[in-house]
């Protein structure tokens, strides 16, 4: 006979620089039920949070009302596990110029804990948990989405830092000279590059710049998406199969630089960009390769996600929640 | 009354670049006796453990002779802790080429069990059981010798990652376009610049490359050293202190960088180049505010090794072998 727990579920809201996407949670890890909103066109933040509590309220009461939620966990950018705030998240409208105490304003509108961690170390411990790192003591998942994300494991544990803000490997700088400006108001950081949106920077870079041929020049220049150059790519365009080209390389050779703080097991990438398949996983191969100190070579697997979607994410959150 | 072993001593041993230096130390850190010998000039490694078991075995006379020793532990350049052997040491003139199998060979000569590890791991270990890391989690040495080298401990464990050779931050790569050789083989990494060896490059090109005055100018290029520019700088020779200001740049950006990884509460520098005090540590901690990222601003600290010359490093080096 099967234990029943008097509040057998956790919320995870993997809350994405896009999206905000809610899942119930089962302590084996099922997602029972679940809601999404968009994370940004709010003005304040209690915008955000009324937003999110409307779009939970049906799927709580899905699982038999909130009487059966013992947490919630969060996984955001710039996320504190240590304070539960956002903290000068760039990428978002209602997070960038200050801190923001989502984990207490949760609490207070829902009445259960809720912990929150960064978006990547919750998709890190999805992936240790649930994903591909199973069994992994040491490695590192770079999230590729409207940023770049990172969430290391060592000797099996979150590295968290001194102030919890560990794991910011898409702002180490890979252009020290004229590098492109990035959202955290510095230059030349890999996101500013690796992320969807400086894929679709480089595009339009490379066609105001040049005058090759390509499927993208069809397209409104401001409005190309990594998601286009990935299209165009699959077609045989030269330009776009360029574009992730370049992308791969810098990202394979940051993480020859990783390979050199941490040595992990393996590099797990992870988000929507990851769909690029091996457009961007061979150049990421490759660059790494040709970059890496020698010790380091050929050690380190290079994986994709094995978790559909924002699984990873969503469950990797709600495994914070499980802790509270 | 104090309770005696019946070995009561361990052998620490600091491998560097230069010097080998060797310490027998008892369990509160007392260095009892020490001696020396240079790293270089040995054609092969059985002649360096030769020369080493030589110069140990009056000291360990000193002390009541081999059956005081209860183990050895050692810290060198490009040691792994988990299978005692130097990989591929680019500085070592023995140990260039491949797989030396340092731990079990003096384990072979002196009969007593030998641990080995990364110097600057030792050096790290060092810091925190005796010197300015005593308490803490996070932090990040940087050794400043003939090489770079780093020790991170990250939850209060040292990170070995996957194959026990994490931890080589003097090899992140800080110049992708034209930049320096290095020992590794590879081009533009931070040892390469901000290493003694660097330091004295650095002086070489800006004395060939400008006509501009200098003290640095009386000595043969092929012979300056960075304690000449260290010396040169205190003089107040303006090529001299724009050295060290280069230097100590770099070595800013690069913590910066390394924030983004792990957060320390503390960078502790450690080496002969500290010796020049503020000339290098003012750099470093201005490019440093002016390059990371803003939630990491004022909060770590730059400190120098608290601990006396190769101290540091002998004592890590003899805790790893308390450790057999």
Known sequence: MEQQSLKPYVIGLDLGGTNSVFGI???????????????????????????????????????GGIDKIKAMGIGAPNGNYYSGTIEFAPNL????????????????????????????????????????????????VITLGTGVGSGIVVNGQLVYGCDGFAGEL?????????????????????????SATGVARTARELLATTDRPSLLRELNPEEITSLDVS??????????????????????EACADFAAFSSPEAFIFFGGMTKAGDLIMEPIKKAYDENVLNIFRGKAKFLVSGLEGASAAVLGASAVGWEV
Chains 1, 2 share one sequence.
């Open 25 to 63: 949670v089962d302590s084996r890890g099922e997602i029972k039920a679940t809601t999404a909103i968009k994370t940004q066109g709010y003005e304040k933040v209690e915008d955000y949070v009324d937003a999110s509590v409307a779009a939970l309220q049906p799927v709580i009461e899905e699982v």
């Open 93 to 140: 409208s209602w997070g960038r110029d200050g801190i923001v105490p989502l984990a207490k304003m949760f609490e207070e509108r829902l009445g259960v804990p809720v912990a929150l961690t960064n978006d990547a170390n919750a998709a890190a411990i999805g992936e240790m948990i649930y994903g591909v790192a199973r069994g992994m003591k040491n490695f590192i």
């Open 170 to 194: 898409g702002h180490v700088i890979m252009r020290r000279e004229n590098g492109r400006s990035c959202g955290c108001g510095r230059s030349g950081c890999l996101e500013a590059y690796c």
């Open 231 to 252: 299209i165009a790519a699959g077609k045989g365009d030269e330009l776009a199969k360029e574009i992730y080209e370049f992308t791969g390389r810098m990202l394979g």
